[in-house]
């Protein structure tokens, strides 16, 4: 299974290619993959991405280095095969089982923004 090595970005990351970037208003792709078509084996590889994305996140000092997920979400498409089903149950099970890292992290950056403790 892949697995992203210290702040290195995850496999399915990718530069966009000069023509194309001028599109976007990032160079980078933050979802570059393409289903099979194969729905049980694409919801397998969105799991494995997930995981991939899960571990990059846990490499990072989010005090430091911005989350890519809002950004994994613009790049996607707005129909979804099974690669960003699978995906999402991870990512959906992560956050349920993280939650009081979220809290803990939206009080931070509202403290961080001068909202005191609102947030979570």
């Not at 994305?53 to 989350?67: K, Q, R, T, V």
Request: glycine share 10%; aromatic share 12%.
């Amino acid at each position: 299974m892949p697995q992203a090595d210290s702040h290195s970005m995850p496999s399915f990351v990718v530069d966009r290619e000069p023509s194309d970037a001028k599109k976007h208003d990032f160079p980078r792709n933050f979802w570059n993959v393409t289903p099979s078509g194969d729905y049980s084996a694409d919801c397998a590889l969105g799991t494995r991405y997930a995981l991939e994305y899960l571990a990059y996140g846990a490499s990072i000092d989010l005090n430091e280095s911005p989350d890519i997920l809002g950004w994994i979400v613009v790049d996607m498409p707005r129909e979804f095969s099974g690669i960003e089903v699978g995906f999402f149950e991870i990512i959906g099970a992560a956050a349920v089982h993280g939650a009081a890292e979220g809290e803990r992290l939206a009080r931070y950056w509202a403290g961080a923004r001068g909202q005191g403790a609102k947030a979570a």
